[in-house]
């Protein structure tokens, strides 16, 4: 399996849900991100791990936790979420982070609604 | 503050004509863009770059072109098929900074 995939693909949780996004690389690469896409918005970029540490963290609330136990694999938990929570989140991955011609690689996104 | 606009929500074009995708940043210290396309159900894919010692990069049917002292730069496909149908963003690095427009969705029409 090659690229980034993401799981699950849609969510629906409550507000008061504890639920966890899944991103796996097979690219080797050391950077991962997570982004937030919402309706008719720039994709806003949350979280960036480098060598599994978290060097970027974009005023996101705390109700989000991003963890990186390992290069290839990057997870986003979720507790008491807001309805306008509700968005598609990217995993993407690039070689390196503050390369800037580094390409980034999206995985599919999860269409995630909170009720 | 949106240092990276992209102000045509959406374009429609004829098959066979030229798309010209428009981008505007506002950040001096972005040295490098890229444009990413996007089709439904599926994340942003890389099209094409271009680093701004440059103003023309050329792949295909994608040309992009930066003029630096406007800070634009736009995405020119030609001639322009079906499949281009999709969500296109620029993003703009540097200076420790990554970011994306808000996306132009781009219909081509039979």
């Known amino acids: 399996e090659t690229g980034v995939t993401q799981t699950p693909r849609h969510l629906v949780m409550g507000m008061t849900n504890k639920k966890s996004l899944k991103c796996e690389q097979h690219l080797g690469h050391n950077a991962m991100y997570w982004y937030k896409q919402s309706a008719k918005k720039p994709l806003e970029l949350m979280f960036v791990?480098?060598?599994?540490?978290?060097?970027e963290n974009n005023s996101v609330p705390s109700r989000f936790s991003p963890e990186c136990p390992n290069s290839s694999h990057l997870f986003l938990h979720l507790h008491t979420l807001q309805p306008e929570d509700s968005a598609l989140y990217l995993c993407?991955?690039?070689?390196?982070?503050?390369?800037?011609?580094?390409?980034?690689?999206f995985g599919p996104g999860t269409r995630l609604t909170v009720l | 503050d949106q240092q990276v606009k992209q102000n045509s929500p959406s374009l429609s074009v004829q098959e066979g004509r030229i798309s010209i995708l428009n981008c505007d940043y506002t950040?001096?210290?972005?040295?490098?863009f890229l444009w990413y396309k996007k089709y439904p159900a599926e994340g942003p894919t890389f099209l094409i770059s271009i680093s701004s010692i440059k103003d023309k990069n050329e792949d295909g049917r994608f040309t992009v072109f930066l003029n630096k002292s406007a800070k634009h730069l736009s995405l020119h496909i030609v001639p322009s098929q079906p499949g281009d149908s999709a969500v296109y963003f620029c993003?703009?690095?540097?200076?420790?900074?990554?970011?994306f427009g808000q996306g132009t969705r781009l219909t081509i029409n039979p």
């Open positions: 950040n001096s210290m972005f040295d490098y």
């Open positions: 791990y480098s060598l599994e540490e978290r060097v």
């Open positions: 993407a991955s690039s070689q390196a982070w503050l390369r800037s011609t580094d390409t980034q690689y």
């Open positions: 993003a703009a690095t540097g200076a420790q900074k990554l970011v």
